[in-house]
DNA sequence: CTGAAAGCGCTAACAT
DNA sequence: ATGTTAGCGCTTTCAG
């Protein structure tokens, strides 16, 4: 194992000023620097990151907690924070809270309080109080992505807009019987998504004159299989069938399409469907739809950390830029048939 | 921060004591080793991971490098992984090399080399030899998931058996035009996992007595939208048309469906269609297919990993067990109709 | 701008 | 079964 003091021999310094050369931090004069440099490198010198934390109090890592990985959304940001915390030196440790009461417990207890992170991504997830004062109280910077946790900033979109942009598109075009599917109750516990969803797409029907009807909303668990029935179900009924849904996931959406299909049902002709996210299957489906960037908002979470964690280094303050959204438009809506 | 000291003086012994009372390595007496958990308790004491493993020489750490999360298997066996990591006390740390060249050398340069980890999992991904070997000279097990790596054990499914399982499944309703779409020469630069599937396809076909016919292989991308694509264009055929398809992945066989939808085949009256992976979708669309269980593949991964790293722990020893497959019938597939 | 030296918090011999 | 002690490899005052 070659290490520091063998790189401040070759370099002929000490290794103090191997440490400053090659961190960056303090003076060293451009020529014993490139000395240096070139001494690491002749020697395939890295430095051992533990003895660096110990010395430091510093681990270059950051730790990113996720409901579940399966999921585009989750997935997706993370992919983005790794890109990000990749330049900036970090390394991106990965807990997955998939597991019950236990697991979550045992996360929290081993690895935040084992110090072996400088700060804490939470994608999708609510913190309970004690965990997020646990993370305060030693000092670790906490951001929440796609979710608001309370008393944490977080990277939220602006829910209500989104849906109402969505619904507005519809309007345009001359939908008045739109219908909705929306999260569950169960997902509102975390962040009141479907109810800030739901609020946005009846605050447009209402700008424009229509008053909400409660039998078009449907609530479902963001899937492609739970998108299906409910579109069943709402595109089924003999009296009452909407020209328009406005579900709250592509996923969903899609499988809307796939329950206008198989009710023999024309999409847009006889149904106009948009979703919200621009998954990566939306364009095979010729889905409208809000897009969301999550692979950007990966990469604004680490931004912002960055901030706290790495003072002097003025990066862009990205942090209290609202989320981008944005329309897509394509073959999924059209006018209502007459 | 409360140390080690902290909790020995409390607890009235040394601080050796207590890190073997707390780490279960060596001899403590057991009223001692209550004695020493309970100040442990009391003082909401952990351990400093990086003293820990400066000292130690061991991080409990495991580099987990993947070349894309948004994918279902790959998203699976990390989940698989993350559990089982968990149970054992390790951290898991994730390498996403989506990006080309520079990107990759900078996370073998900078994560193995900064000897962050004890080991390293590479699922779906084929490493250099200068890699495998840059990581050998460090003393790191490193073990394969979805693809045999040269010189590296891995956890490979035999994908010659699986191809000729769904084929035989065919063959056995009365199938003899079935077609396959596989993956592109693209992929087969890793693991050669289209050419292995294509040989157990064709083998099945010879052993029943049907010559394979080359007008009959499509390669796709694995992706739904690639799956579409070759579908339409084998069963868009006014001569040739095939009775049955075998698809690579679940994907692709989807889209498949779709695509025999959109032609108004009826499947599987008109068309038979089995796909390999049991994805998450695959009960929606009642697709036949023959399930892999990634989320066990990572947890064996582990399991074979633990198995060096923690000597004396000795676990089943699973690492030599190939990976279990099996054929889910659901109904894509049917007699062909006379 | 550079060097000397004191730890960072823990583990692992080695004693006892 | 428990205590003593010497580091693990680096960073960071503090001098110079």
Excluded: C
């Excluded at 890592?61 to 940001?77: E, M, T």
């Excluded at 990000?84 to 970090?90: E, I, M």
């Excluded at 913190?127 to 004062?133: D, F, I, P």
């Amino acid at each position: 194992m070659v290490g520091i003091d063998d790189v401040a021999r070759l370099a002929g310094v000490s290794t103090a000023t191997v440490s400053r050369a090659l961190s960056g931090r303090g003076y060293v004069s451009d020529a014993t620097r490139v000395k240096v440099a070139q001494a690491a490198h002749d020697l395939d010198y890295v430095v051992s990151s533990n003895a660096s934390s110990l010395a430091s109090g510093r681990t270059r890592n950051v730790g990113v907690v996720v409901p579940s990985l399966n999921h585009w959304f989750f997935a997706s940001v993370i992919e983005g924070a790794e890109r990000a915390l990749l330049r900036h030196g970090y390394d991106l440790t990965l807990y997955n809270l998939t597991g019950g009461g236990e697991e979550r417990k045992s996360v929290f207890d081993h690895f935040l309080l084992r110090q072996r992170v400088d700060a804490v991504i939470a994608i999708g997830l609510e913190l309970t109080e004690a965990e997020v004062s646990s993370l305060h109280a030693m000092g670790k910077p906490l951001i929440g992505v796609g979710g608001a946790i309370a008393g944490v900033f977080s990277l939220t979109m602006d829910d209500v807009a989104v849906t109402r942009l969505a619904t507005e598109h519809l309007l345009s075009l001359g939908h008045t019987r739109i219908a909705h599917i929306g999260g569950g109750a169960e997902f509102d516990l975390d962040f009141h998504l479907p109810s800030n969803r739901r609020i946005g797409y009846e605050a447009a029907l209402r700008d424009a004159g229509v008053e909400p009807d409660p039998a078009l909303y449907r609530p479902a668990d963001f899937t492609l299989p739970g998108g299906y029935e409910a579109a069943k179900q709402l595109l089924g009924n003999p009296h009452n069938r909407p020209t328009a849904i406005v579900a709250s996931s592509d996923e969903m959406a899609i499988g809307s399409i796939l329950a206008a299909r198989d009710l023999g049902l024309h999409v847009p002709h006889d149904v106009s469907i948009v979703g919200i996210d621009d998954h990566d299957l939306a364009a095979f489906f010729g889905l409208t739809t809000v897009a969301q960037f999550p692979l950007r908002q990966g990469e604004q979470a680490v931004e912002a950390l960055m901030e706290y964690l790495e003072p002097g280094k003025d990066e862009p303050a990205s942090a209290g830029v609202p989320l981008p959204y944005e329309l897509i438009v394509r073959s999924s809506t059209a006018r209502p048939s007459p």
